[in-house]
């Protein structure tokens, strides 16, 4: 890096506490940095773009004397290494075509926010999304709003799986359907307006149900990823089917829904942690005793369109790799409990035969 500047995104903010806030001076998405000596932010003053690395440990080093040069210079490496300084100097290299970047440029700002890896180019995320084939199973109210998602956000290509047809009690939920549709089978309707939405995402389908691990493992190859949005066979079988043959496939995958106001995102690789292992940590930590009822299938167009799009981030994670968490956990809110916010990681356990092939 020869000349690092803070990026734009993560401009930081100096509070009477020696906190430094980065990323906002109200609500701080990036990170928060106790700074007593001030040290840490008279270096990023210096990070403007017109300072060589050598040159901002040399000023730290005046203005702080106890500083060795081996610690201003480490200081800056570390500031220059966490994801919210740029190189002033360098060209934006991109793969994507004028009128792609024009498409994307919201994309590209938010990538250039939430992308921490030193050295990467946020066009970097988008070229990958557009390379990208994803797999949906089921476009009901989760695939729906989930398959709209990727397709506007670039995702190269699109296989979408149902067996149903097009219900007027669908409507009230499932975002690309409308009431000429009734009757037709919901795959053909989606694919023909995820087409609308995006052209440049080539959309295929399948009509059928794919409920056996057989039948998955072979759904899933020459897939990237999968987004796993149907939900029979019922009580988490067609989770641990899909578990299990991800990883012997070796392709990552996440899967969404909803139970009543619980809205909740898994999200797995075949490293592990699996499905079944968080699952596990999950029973462990419950008494013996009748699990609650946590409010069965109701659903309304929000709790609907929140599944999806939440599952249609972490699927952009996955292929991008913007995401700061490895996979193996569950996330999730609850609407009528705001501040219950969910967040289930367990290790994997260790005769997990997927978990540790």
Known sequence: MRFPRTKPEHSPYQYADDTIRIGGELYPIAAEIKDPD???????????????????????????????????RALVDQLM?????????AAPAT????????????????FRRVDLRPGVSAWDAQARLRDANVVVLGMGGTGSHAAWALAAAGVGRLHCVDPDIVEVSNLTRQALYTESDIGRPKVEAAAEALTAVNSGTAVTYDQRMVDTEE????????????????????DDGINRMTSRACAVAGVPWAGA???????????????????????????????Q?????????????????????LL??????????????????????????PDQLIHVRHPALADCVACHA
Request: proline share 7%.
């Open 257 to 287: 829904g909803y139970n009543g106001p619980l809205i909740t995102v898994g999200v797995y690789a075949p490293q592990g942690p699996c499905f079944e292992c968080v699952g596990a940590g999950e029973e462990a930590r419950l008494k």
């Open 95 to 110: 793969a994507l075509s004028a009128a792609e970047m024009q498409r994307y440029g919201r994309n590209h700002a938010f």
């Open 81 to 89: 290494t966490s994801g919210y300084v740029e190189d002033a100097a």
């Open 312 to 337: 249609a981030y972490e699927i952009i994670s996955l292929l991008t790799g913007v995401g700061r968490r490895p996979p193996g956990y569950v996330r999730g809110i609850n609407l009528i409990a």
């Open 38 to 72: 001030g040290r840490v932010w008279a270096a990023l003053g210096f990070m403007d773009g017109r300072h060589t690395p050598a040159e901002i440990a040399s000023e730290l080093r005046t203005r702080f004397t106890s500083l060795t040069e081996t610690t201003a």
């Open 215 to 234: 039948g998955l493992t072979e759904l899933v190859s020459g897939f990237d990823v999968l987004a796993l949005c149907a939900d029979e066979p019922r």
């Open 289 to 309: 005793g009748p699990i609650p009822h946590l409010g069965g299938p109701g659903v309304i167009a929000p709790s609907a369109g929140i599944s999806g799009h």
